[in-house]
């Protein structure tokens, strides 16, 4: 019913940028709460930003000042720009969404990750 398809990852050296993108489509009335989430290699899946539908944000402390979320209600798209990247940045980043579908019920979606690599 609902997909979320993420771009943007690759890699880059430390003190590098990198912009991810995230779109949510299908049987969509609106979206709430979206966010990024990060795996890193023998880690536990972990919070890094998320966003309400009202634009309020919660940062993770590792994050905070170098990471900036914006969304664009209209377009169901999210965004992460990623600054002053350091190599404990390394993990897979995964979006997701809470969404309310055409059906009118609220599911929680979940994109299928793409990959940030930060050499030293």
């Known amino acids: 019913q609902v997909q979320l398809v993420e771009s943007g990852g690759g890699l880059v050296q430390a003190g590098g940028s990198l912009r991810l993108s995230c779109a949510a489509s299908?049987?969509?009335?609106?979206?709430?709460?979206m966010g990024w989430y990060r795996q890193a290699p023998g880690k536990q899946r972990e919070l890094v930003v998320t966003?309400?539908?009202?634009?309020?944000?919660n940062y993770a402390d590792s994050v905070k000042g170098r990471f900036t979320i914006s969304r664009d209600n209209a377009k169901n798209t999210v965004s992460l720009q990623m600054n002053s990247l350091k190599p404990e940045d390394t993990a897979v980043y995964y979006c997701?969404?809470?969404?309310?579908?055409?059906?009118?019920?609220?599911?929680?979606?979940w994109g299928q990750g793409t990959q940030v690599t930060v050499s030293s």
């Open positions: 966003i309400t539908s009202g634009a309020r944000t």
């Open positions: 299908g049987s969509i009335v609106s979206v709430n709460t």
């Open positions: 997701n969404a809470n969404v309310r579908r055409r059906d009118l019920r609220v599911g929680d979606y």
